[in-house]
């Protein structure tokens, strides 16, 4: 391959990742199936690291209904609590079972047996 089409195909591959955010959709983008694209990024020296995929940012990351307007202003008007609750006024699937008189709750509480439980707690 000589050097221009070289510089060619790898500035081709650069350009076409900024508008995808996976090799799959890269690969889809070029029209070539991924084990073709594996290939050229050897080729090139390039990797998923070092490709300019998009990242997908979460829009609600560390907001909360206390210090986000928008959130606050969406569980004023749907609550989750009382009868708005869509469990509210259900029994529980597990009510009154225990490991004794129930076999999945025994399966699972011997598949359990021997290893360390860590308690979470919530942080105040």
């Known amino acids: 391959m000589s050097r221009r089409v070289k510089n060619f195909t790898k500035k081709y591959l650069i350009e ?18 991924k084990l073709t694209l ?7 020296n390039l990797s ?6 998009q990242k ?9 209904k206390k210090n ?3 959130i606050k202003k969406y569980y004023s008007d749907h609550p989750r609590t009382g009868k708005n609750n ?3 006024g259900k029994n ?8 004794e008189n ?9 598949s359990h047996l021997g290893k360390k439980c860590q308690i979470l707690q919530k942080r105040r």
């Open 16 to 33: 076409n990742a900024k508008h995808c955010n996976s090799l799959t959709a890269l690969a889809e983008r070029i029209e070539a199936n």
């Open 38 to 44: 594996n290939r050229y990024l050897k080729i090139h």
């Open 48 to 53: 998923k690291e070092n490709l300019p995929l």
């Open 56 to 64: 997908n940012e979460v829009w609600n990351k560390g907001l909360t």
């Open 68 to 70: 986000d307007e928008r």
């Open 86 to 88: 869509p469990m509210f």
């Open 92 to 99: 529980p699937w597990n009510k009154g079972l225990t490991k």
């Open 102 to 110: 129930n076999k999945s709750l025994q399966q699972i509480s011997e």
